[in-house]
């Protein structure tokens, strides 16, 4: 990497957030730079319930967002159909509910624009044959789910396609300041441990939950509340639609399909650092008595994995309730700070990202003197390769259809094979990266199976052998961050068969291998 | 009646048969796909410390001391040491040799580049230990399309210490299409003599002056002292196998070799059959309902020895508000809380607290509630459902079920010879 590069826009984070912006940008001729710390969608964009909202939850808690999202869900589903599934949604109460927010429920959604049905509940009950029959209110609505990491890795593509430039495993170190300025940020890429600097003209924060740590590294100052939500991901699809709870907003009230699984969530719980998030035992225990009211099944079924993303809240006030604060999204100049080029995009939700990414765009584009107009509101996004691999489904589709005996499955409970392994290497390769089994697990479903990846590792650990992507013992050491980043997700749902599955694990990995032996 | 078809399930068999007992024997042998075949003693102690032991007695004596619940704490180690060589003396006479040393472990390559102490190692894994110890020149053979298992990754990682290590890659001879391949393919096909001199012959050309050749776990299933001898003389060097990821065929061979012969011993063996239901007798003994894939027939048991495992095998029953006793409802030693259950890192040097969960026993093997009381007259238990021991970090699963077996096997025989 060459010192002191030099960019129109250096965009700091590389979420839904933040690859939607350099889009935004790019497409209206910007030059811009993505750093982001550790990988695209390491933050709330990939670890979200992956619902694109029709606003119909958000009617009574804040109107304004529901018709947000009303509009840019519409906007998604025409202009990145590939990235979406046209589920429809539910809002079903269920027996006890409260009777007057059932009652409002169809006014409310007519006031921000949501269309909205009632329907039968034998109709309900035949659509959707795992709901309660206790079952006493049900309401379509146009949800649909979305896949995030399709989203930002083809949002990342177009921009790259436009010039954008971007850089993985890279932080900010510190930003060199003049009086009303920053002149240069300094980065590190912490896999190389190389260091070197950027001039940009304007420099954008779109971190997430990390905003207010990344603002008070530049001087500014921004109150923003960490709330975690945790999910989890059932081993079969439950539904065909998206489940949602008939009742003001709360923990534990929406089952979303994705592919062939579902994921029930979630819940809110204030950390104090985003570093800090991990699924509880106590979060899953809490939450799946409301799921298991509204959908018995979720008592028996299994489930593979949990997960937390950490929402970042822009705080008004302190209130107790999370929800209270508004999930809106914050667009903050620090020119009020002093600081002329820097700006700070946070808070909101994956279905307005572009939103976010458009206003901002328009932000920054004053600044610069550019007067070309958002074009990510009519152009659609591209469908690329990148993130052609985590559709669940996708590969075992793609190997019959292949009928290559010799294109050995490497990930038998997802069946991906050797070829779909080694297209991902390549390409993270050609982003000048060596490809990590996590990282092969991030952009595949490899390891999201019931297996948990306790099979797949290993198979996948040897092929990189072969293919001579791993050396001496780091095999070991790549196995070890593995298991162990795949157990933060396992750990809380660990009841029932997946307890046999994680013994099994054990007695593989331990038992015969002893790869705890040594760090 | 012994209830399990696990290691502990068979050693009690073995045991209780060669003692006269009339015995029944039921249980699922599916898990056994997943044994690697090596029989560990105690390999680590303490799992804490990381601490890899080449003497197991010694670290058997320390564990004692540290752990007096612990199973083994309920044996003297003589007790332990005539147990497994009953075992192996047994497995010897029906054509499954194991080898090791007197009083120390012997080492073992693992498919990841690691190395392992274990007590006893089948005779086909023997000459690995020896190559290991002496460094000396060795190929290790990988087949293409037997996933999970890569010489480059043993050679890659061991190599540093062991310079004269090579590796080369084969295809099976005989095997036209690319797809993948299972090891106990390979081993069905190796019983027969041609296929087995082509497959020879395919690593020959390899060979080039390496005294030993270290393959994957395929030498056949019921021949493969003969496999072995035969490869042998081919490649005029010592040939080893290395235990390779499940679906392996090192279980499956214990498996095989005991439902053949354990009926010779007047066992009444019913594998691939389940207890379903288990009920105390007034008169003391038991009515247990098995069948295939559900309760087809009963049998009237005067002893029962539970030997079910823990989570595979399904002796313990996990649910969301704690661990229960699949067949009698034993009282359950257990954390409080689910909360309790696991450590937050996998590879927690330490282990998780569910693993130290199960039945506790008193010193006859019989289990015991929360104050210490016998639950059931003629009720006994052993092998991995057994409290207080953690068999995975401790490297310690075979020890442990042979051992537990051969105590509560004695406790029952003491126990029949008093009541008549
Ligand atoms: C549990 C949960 C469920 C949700 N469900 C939904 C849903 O169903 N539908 C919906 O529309 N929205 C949902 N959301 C909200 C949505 O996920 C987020 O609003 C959205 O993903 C935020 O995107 P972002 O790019 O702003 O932030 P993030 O995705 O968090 O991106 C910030 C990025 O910045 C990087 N970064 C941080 N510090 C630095 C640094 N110093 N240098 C470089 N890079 C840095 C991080 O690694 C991260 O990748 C959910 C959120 C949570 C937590």
Known sequence: MKKNLETQVLVIGGGATGTGLVRDLALRGVRCLLVEKQDINAGASGANHGLLHSGARYIASDPASAKECREESDLIKRLAPHCVETTGGLFVAVAGDDETYIADFTDRCIQCGIHTQAVEIKDALDMEPVLSPETIAVYSVPDACVDPFKLSLDNLADAQAHGTAALRNTRIVRFEKSSEHIELVHLENHRTGERFAIKAEVIVNATGAWAGNVAAMAGAKINTLCSQGSLIITQNRLCHRVINRLRKATDGDILVPGGTVSIFGTTSVRIDDPEKKRPTVAEIDAMLPDGIAMVPKLADTRFIRAYAGVRPLVQSTLTADDRAVSRGFALIDHSEDGISNFMTITGGKLTTYRLMAEKTADRVCAHLGVGEACQTRTTPLPATNAGKWTEAGLTPKMWFQKKDPSDLLLCECEMVPTSVVDNISANIQEQGDQPSLRELGQRSRVGKGPCQGAFCSLRMTAHLYNEGLLRADQGLDELRDFLNERWRGVRPILWGQAVSQAELQEALHCGLYGLELSE | ?420
């Open chain 2, 1 to 420: 009646m012994v209830i399990g078809a696990g290691m502990a399930g068979m050693a009690a068999t073995l045991f209780a048969a060669q003692q006269g007992l009339h015995v029944v024997q039921a249980g699922l042998t599916g898990e056994v796909i997943y044994a690697s075949g090596v029989f560990d003693l105690l390999g680590v102690y303490p799992p804490k410390e990381r601490r890899v032991r080449n003497d197991p007695w010694d670290a058997l004596n320390e564990l004692v001391t540290a752990e007096p619940h612990h199973p083994y704490a309920r044996l003297a180690p003589d007790a332990i040491r005539t147990a497994m060589d009953t075992l192996t003396a047994y497995l010897a006479e029906i054509g499954l040799p194991y080898k090791g040393h007197r009083n120390r472990n012997t080492t073992l390559l693992t498919p990841v580049g690691t190395v392992k102490r274990t007590y006893r190692v089948p005779e086909s894994m023997w000459a690995g230990s020896q190559a290991l110890a002496a460094k000396a020149p060795c190929l290790i053979v990988d087949l293409v399309g037997l996933r999970g298992f890569s010489a480059r990754q043993m050679v890659e990682t061991l190599g540093s210490a062991w310079p004269d290590l090579r590796t080369a890659t084969i295809d099976v001879p005989g095997t036209s299409v690319h797809g993948p391949k299972y090891p106990e393919h390979v081993a069905r096909m190796l019983e027969v003599e041609a296929d087995r001199e082509r497959f020879a012959a395919a690593i020959a050309t390899h060979v080039n002056g390496a005294a030993y050749v270290g393959l994957p776990a395929v030498l056949g299933i019921y021949q493969t002292s003969e496999i072995l001898a035969d490869l042998e003389k081919h490649l005029n060097a010592r040939v080893f196998e290395i235990p390779t990821m499940p679906p392996a065929i090192t279980g499956l061979r214990l498996k095989e070799a005991f439902e053949r012969h354990l009926p010779v011993l007047g066992v009444e063996a019913h594998y691939h059959h389940r207890v379903f239901d288990a009920r105390p007798l007034p008169g003391g003994g038991f009515k247990l309902q098995m069948g295939k894939s559900e309760p087809e027939h009963s049998v009237l048991a005067d002893r029962v020895l539970l030997a079910t495992g823990r989570f595979i095998g399904k002796g313990l029953t996990p649910k969301r508000d704690g661990i229960h006793e699949a067949l009698f409802n034993l009282p359950v030693h257990q954390p409080k809380h689910r909360d309790e259950w696991y450590a937050g890192t996998f590879l927690a040097p330490q282990g998780h607290a569910v693993s130290r969960a199960g039945i506790e026993t008193d010193s006859q093997f019989q289990p015991v509630d929360a104050v210490g009381r016998v639950v059931h007259e003629r009720l006994y238990a052993a092998g991995s459902i057994l409290a207080h021991q953690d068999w995975m970090r401790t490297k310690s699963g075979v020890g442990l079920a042979v051992a537990s077996a051969w105590g509560a096997v004695k406790a029952i025989a003491k126990q029949v010879a008093t009541s008549s």
